[in-house]
């Protein structure tokens, strides 16, 4: 069963960090490109970030680029967002998403809330 | 503001059929065939419906369905169904940064 479980959400201030963390389990990691998708409170759904197999590409939502980095260990099956400088409107729930084919994702975890307020 | 276009919210009664429709340019929509559609209930994750325009994925009923049509996407749901009440979001691939495009999702209600 592919599984994907999202950690590291929180409360944070203005200006801080976090580190979300996705663990996967159930297929091939190292075989599939993943995402981070997020979900501000009442609003639909805005692409982060993205991260080919071995992870030598990536690209970021122009809203977040500089601040956020993505990063993944095929040996451990774990998916990273580094979250620096956080603003409020980055306030959202956070999901990982496994990507099938061309940007489609056919898996997502349940997400992680993250909260950026002082 | 949301790259791609969906009406903020659809209706329907049961046994009917609704159409929510997505629209972008030439530049996403228009120029791929990478268009996926994900429904989400209150409180849950995204779940894939369909992807490449117009194919589902197994598990998912053939109630609903995905076309496309110039520079928009239609997801049609048939059938209508309680449990079909929740958000909808399309999805396209873009030929250019940020690659990834979402609409604002999509409200069915039931009647």
């Known amino acids: 069963e592919v599984q994907l479980v999202e950690s590291g959400g929180g409360l944070v201030q203005p200006g801080g960090s976090l580190r979300l963390s996705c663990a996967v389990s159930?297929?091939?990691?190292?075989?599939?490109?993943m995402h981070w998708v997020r979900q501000a409170p009442g609003e639909g759904l805005m692409w982060v970030s993205r991260?080919?197999?071995?992870?030598?590409?990536?690209d970021y939502a122009d809203s977040v680029k500089g601040r956020f980095t993505i990063s993944r260990d095929n040996d451990k099956n774990m998916l990273y967002l580094q979250m620096n400088s956080l603003r409020a409107e980055d306030t959202a729930v956070y999901y990982c998403a496994r990507d099938y084919s061309w940007n489609q994702a056919d898996y997502w975890g349940q997400g992680t809330l993250v909260i950026v307020s002082s | 503001q949301s790259a791609l276009t969906q009406p903020r919210s659809v209706s329907g009664s049961p046994g009917q059929s609704v159409t929510i429709s997505c629209t972008g340019t030439s530049s996403d929509i228009g120029r791929y065939n990478y268009i996926s559609w994900y429904q989400q209930h209150p409180g849950k994750a995204p779940t894939l419906i369909i992807s490449?325009?117009?194919r589902r994925p197994s598990g998912v009923p053939d109630r609903f369905s995905g076309s496309k049509s110039g520079n928009t996407a239609s997801l049609t749901i048939s059938g209508l169904q309680a449990e079909d009440e929740a958000d909808y979001h399309c999805?396209?691939?873009?030929?250019?940064?940020?690659?990834?495009?979402f609409g604002g999702g999509t409200r069915l209600t039931v009647l």
């Open positions: 991260i080919d197999i071995d992870g030598r590409s990536t």
């Open positions: 159930g297929f091939t990691f190292r075989s599939h490109w």
């Open positions: 999805c396209s691939c873009a030929g250019t940064h940020p690659f990834v495009l």
């Open positions: 490449d325009v117009n």
